[in-house]
């Protein structure tokens, strides 16, 4: 009995020994070390230090760029951009809930997955937006094999379907589609959810070329889906304004501690940012380096090609999209409100959202005051000259012939315009709605209207078409009056489909010039 204690006595005192240096070895050992580097490392310059929330994506290769981190370094700041795990399925949903605790100081998002994000995670009064980053250019697009998708109204038909990557630019941009222009998919189970832009890229490769399908990408998986025999590409985002944009979002509570801090991250990346945009092929090259450094290899065209899919936005344009310039100076541009309030709606029309609580206080998601002081104190990264807001173009106007050759894109789902029965002027709510149609055409800055007047189809005929005109012009004056140029939009007329006047008075085609 005595041998058998003193055994277990010996087992407990090597449990003891075993514990006492596992513990030392977890504990005091990192202590140990942490104070041996601390003895024998040089000073640091930094009086604080950022955390900031980003993925690989290309257009945030300023955020991770050697000029970022030095402009921020001469204000005694260190920056540490932290990347997503690999095997992260929530990615936007992660990085919203670490900004949210403080555990990330900023984060980059797009303005889509900071709301959506932000309601999953109850954060939108935790976190606010302070910096436009970029705006996608065609860097984001959609394909389909043309023997059965010859344009984005193809796809205006049930069954269809449409493969994205899930949770991504990509479901974005096809949401931002099917609420505008496919009502036939709103209410159906049109989204194909990919993993990955490869992923997609692989579908595509093994699909049936006769199916109603649309694939969205990426560059440079965008690039790749293209050079596949008979791919075409029927939309992407150089023809939309506002609806893929990324954003810096930073912890609120950080913002009202640390505000001197906010700015100079803010100075610094529009002074780095700067640098890239006017040295020679500074943004290729700043997308190549940016690809070592996530473990991929681009070649200079299609780094070229990815930079300009990509408008990074400099200070100018971030003064004149937070709304602290005039409106002419917008150029056309939506502004910060503007963009918010069309991505909650399509988001919400097409299910993303099961409620919109944005709506009439758009200004409670970002923040102004940091840029309303820079500009108050007339910082520029250059000369004030060497930047601009980067405006929409104007389309040409056309000529008869011009307009008969234009591309149909699809028809633009709006509400009926209300008329009084028999007549051409246009009622109150109808107004409403056409303005609706306007702002909402701002976003597609690329394409033509034609604005078809319908009337019964009972009685004269030749005076049904004659009302149906008449409409179709009230709504193109009116259309004028909210800021459409003129040499956008035309008229047109046919007969109705229907006897009984319930069919929408007006119908709105989209257009776009031969490539």
Request: proline share 4%; hydrophobic share 40%; aromatic share 6%.
């Given at each position: 009995m005595e041998n058998k204690q003193k055994i277990i006595l010996t087992f407990?005192?090597?449990?003891?020994?075993?514990?006492?240096?596992?513990?030392?070895?977890?504990?005091?050992?990192?202590?140990?070390?942490?104070?041996?580097?601390?003895?024998?490392?040089?000073?640091?310059?930094?009086?604080t230090n950022v955390r900031i929330g980003a993925d690989s994506f290309p257009g945030y290769a300023v955020l991770r760029s050697p000029n970022f981190r030095d402009q921020l370094g001469r204000s005694e700041i260190g920056v540490q951009v932290i990347a997503p795990a690999a095997d992260d399925t929530d990615m936007?949903?992660?990085?919203?809930?670490?900004?949210?605790?403080?555990?990330?100081?900023?984060?980059?998002?797009t303005i889509d997955s900071d709301i959506v994000a932000g309601i999953s995670e109850s954060a939108l009064a935790d976190v606010t937006i302070f910096l436009l980053i970029d705006d996608s250019n065609g860097a984001d697009g959609m394909v389909a094999y043309k023997q059965a998708v010859q344009n984005a109204a193809a796809l205006n038909r049930a069954?269809?379907?449409?493969?994205?990557?899930?949770?991504?630019?990509?479901?974005?941009?096809?949401?931002?589609?099917?609420?505008n222009m496919l009502p036939a998919l709103g209410s159906q189970d049109w989204l194909v959810s990919a993993k990955?832009?490869?992923?997609?890229?692989?579908?595509?490769?093994?699909?049936?070329?006769?199916?109603?399908?649309?694939?969205?990408?990426w560059e440079p998986a965008l690039s790749k889906a293209l050079a596949l025999p008979g791919v075409i590409q029927i939309y992407d985002t150089s023809k939309v304004n506002g609806a893929i944009v990324d954003v810096l979002a930073v912890n609120r509570k950080f913002l009202i501690e640390q505000p001197t801090v906010v700015r100079a991250v803010e100075e610094a990346y529009f002074r780095a940012l700067h640098t890239y945009q006017v040295a020679p092929n500074g943004m290729t090259k700043l997308v190549m380096d940016d690809a070592k450094l996530n473990g991929d290899t681009l070649t200079e065209e299609q780094a070229k090609k990815i930079a300009n899919g990509i408008q990074w936005k400099n200070t100018m344009e971030n003064y004149a999209q937070f709304g602290l310039l005039s409106a002419a100076d917008l150029h056309g541009l939506p502004t910060m409100r503007e963009m918010i309030a069309s991505i909650s709606q399509f988001l919400l029309k097409t299910g993303k959202l099961k409620s919109n609580p944005t709506d009439g206080h758009e200004q409670d998601l970002y923040y102004d005051g940091t840029l309303r002081a820079m500009q108050q104190a007339n910082f520029h990264p250059g000369q004030a000259q060497d930047e601009i807001v980067r405006g929409v173009a104007n389309l040409p106007a056309l000529t008869d012939d011009e307009w008969k050759s234009l591309i149909t894109v699809g028809d633009m789902d709006a509400r009926a315009i209300s008329f009084a029965r028999g007549k051409a002027d246009i009622e109150i709510q109808g107004t409403r709605d056409v303005k609706d149609v306007a702002d909402r055409l701002k976003a597609w800055p690329t394409y033509y209207l034609t604005v078809i007047g319908h009337a019964r189809n009972d009685?004269?005929?030749?005076?049904?078409?004659?009302l149906a005109k008449a409409r179709s012009k009230s709504v193109v004056d009116e259309l004028i009056s909210n800021g459409i140029a003129v040499a956008r939009v035309k008229t047109s007329a046919?007969?109705?489909?229907?006897?009984?006047?319930?069919?929408?008075?007006?119908?709105?085609?989209?257009?776009?010039?031969p490539y």
């Open positions: 407990v005192v090597i449990g003891l020994v075993f514990g006492l240096g596992f513990a030392a070895k977890k504990l005091l050992l990192p202590k140990i070390q942490e104070a041996r580097v601390a003895q024998t490392s040089s000073q640091t310059n930094y009086k936007y949903g992660n990085r919203m809930k670490a900004l949210k605790k403080g555990d990330l100081n900023m984060a980059v998002f069954q269809t379907k449409i493969v994205a990557t899930g949770d991504s630019p990509s479901e974005t941009l096809a949401r931002q589609l099917v609420a990955s832009p490869d992923d997609v890229l692989d579908q595509l490769k093994k699909a049936d070329k006769n199916a109603k399908t649309a694939y969205v990408l009685g004269d005929p030749a005076a049904n078409l004659e046919e007969p109705s489909q229907t006897q009984s006047g319930t069919a929408q008075s007006v119908t709105f085609q989209l257009s776009q010039r």
